[in-house]
């Protein structure tokens, strides 16, 4: 049987700035409220709600934000994390390269795209190859900054394998510098937590060539 590791994914780690009253609405008095407030905005816009085509869109948008674009707000949806006993003795890197990334940007709510690519060095235990994809989606689906949604990640793995030996790299277009602002559609952002092993340069180097490597 796996263990299920049993760390709070938002105790331990730098959070997202949450009010003191977050927790006392359940996730239908939200939908309500925010179904409530969007319909304002969509009328101060301009918009017909009568419209058979907007008429339902101030409760799906409410949906979306509670149910699926930041359901990473509600702790309650935190990955339960599954770690094996690491029992073949496996000591290199493992690299989980790729992992989808659709966030939200915190000052403009608009989309963040991009791929997360995450290295640790076992000890002890592995960690569920799937459960690394899920720890990211968990703090992806949270309004975001690039710098932060890293560390989260990092620090969040660091805690449950109990060790530092972890790399976490994001590239990452922000459609709030691509589809507005300075409308630049080129530009991509990148950042990066190196810890325990991956401080070293060689260690650092073979996980880039991985990343690097299409
Ligand atoms: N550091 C950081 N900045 C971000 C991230 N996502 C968006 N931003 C930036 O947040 C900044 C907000 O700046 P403001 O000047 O307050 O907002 P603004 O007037 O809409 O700025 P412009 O985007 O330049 O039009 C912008 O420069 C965005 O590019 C992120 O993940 N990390
Ligand atoms: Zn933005």
Redesign the pocket.
Known sequence: MPETSNIDLDKTIINTPIHDDAFELSDMEKINKIEHHFAKIMQILGLDLNDDSLCETPNRVAKMFVKEIFSGLNPNNNPEISLFENKYGYKRMLIEKDITLYSN?E??FVP?IGKVHVAYIPGKQVIGLSKINRLVQYYAKRP????RLTIQISEALKEILQHDDVAVLIEAD?L??ASR??NDTNSK?FTAEYSGQFENDIVRQEFLLHVQNK
Do not use: A, K, P
């Not at 975001?144 to 710098?147: G, H, I, L, N, R």
């Open positions: 940007c000052h403009h963040i975001q900054v690039q710098e922000h709030c510098v602002g300075i952002t």
